[in-house]
């Protein structure tokens, strides 16, 4: 059956991550090692996991605010107008001595890609003063350091972690999250992450499943599209994912949602694609 669209329910969500300046260089085929592709074309936007995850929930209909760092050059503060001109609250991001973070990104005629990421000012945020508000609902990533994200778990009301790119996770981290996000070759490599209290594990184009301390408690299948570019596809998942739990949507129709948003966000360039509200994404079963 198709479930009707809900009344707008706005939720306030804080996200806590990368800002980046996206470098993509899109090709027809990506070079192997020691070679060179002279077809590439070049595009300059913004990007980070933590800026694209926060521009999506905006554009989905959450009130959010991104706590993250930048330079104080021309990308920091493009990147401050920018964010302010989609509706996102940039109060909470710092102005570091180091320069904004840059990622280098090539993006193949299927749509695949790799990127290399320059840290930059993502790695001088300071973990003191991050200013969440008391009982806050955060969504973090790991393009910053441990020391960041702890203290956004520890300063939440309810926290969400897109564990990515994986790495080992302290325990005391682990007992803060109360959702996990991760695609399947992360949660393969985060054996520590398989009974949280709510895990995520997306698969691409056959979709994602739900579990609840290691049992299946929902999944959704993937939605055809025409692949343009991967690189914003999981952070707009994970915006709607955790923009639905938040208002009060089923579990179930929570990430059929977030898998029709991946979607639409895959058949488009940007990093941080053109959305419609949440609501638009219809749910069928």
């Excluded at 956004?152 to 996770?169: D, Q, V, Y």
Aim: aromatic content about 2%.
């Amino acid at each position: 059956m198709t479930t009707s669209p809900s009344p707008d329910r706005a939720v306030a969500l804080t996200v806590v991550g990368a800002i980046n300046v996206d470098l993509t260089a899109r090709v027809q085929r990506a070079p192997g090692a020691g070679e060179t592709v002279a077809d590439g074309v070049l595009q300059h936007g913004p990007g980070g996991k933590g800026a694209n995850q926060a521009v999506a929930a905006a554009r989905l209909g959450a009130d959010v605010r991104l706590i993250g760092g930048v330079g104080d050059d021309p990308d920091g503060r493009g990147i401050r107008d920018q964010l302010a001109a989609i509706g996102v609250d940039a109060s909470g991001v710092q102005t570091t001595a180091a320069a904004t973070g840059t990622a280098l990104i090539v993006v193949d005629a299927t749509g695949e890609n790799s990127i290399v990421v320059c840290a930059g000012a993502n790695a001088a945020i300071d973990a003191e003063s991050l200013g969440i508000e008391p009982d806050s609902a955060v969504l973090a990533q790991l393009e910053v350091a441990d020391a960041v994200v702890s203290a956004a778990a520890h300063a939440a009301g309810f926290f969400a972690l897109n564990a990515a790119p994986a790495r080992p996770l302290p325990r005391a981290l682990l007992e803060k999250c109360d959702l996990v996000i991760v695609n399947e070759t992360e949660y393969a490599q985060l054996p520590e992450v398989h009974d949280a209290p709510l895990l995520c594990v997306t698969l691409g184009a056959a979709g994602a499943r739900l579990y609840r301390h290691g049992e299946l408690v929902a999944s959704a299948p993937g939605v055809s599209t025409t692949v343009r570019n991967t690189v914003g596809a999981g952070d707009a998942f994970c915006a709607a994912l955790v923009v639905g739990l938040l208002r009060g949507d089923a579990e179930a129709d929570a990430l059929a949602r977030a898998c029709a948003v991946g979607a639409a966000a895959v058949a488009d360039d940007a990093s941080q694609p053109a959305l419609d509200a949440l609501d638009s994404y219809a749910v069928t079963a």
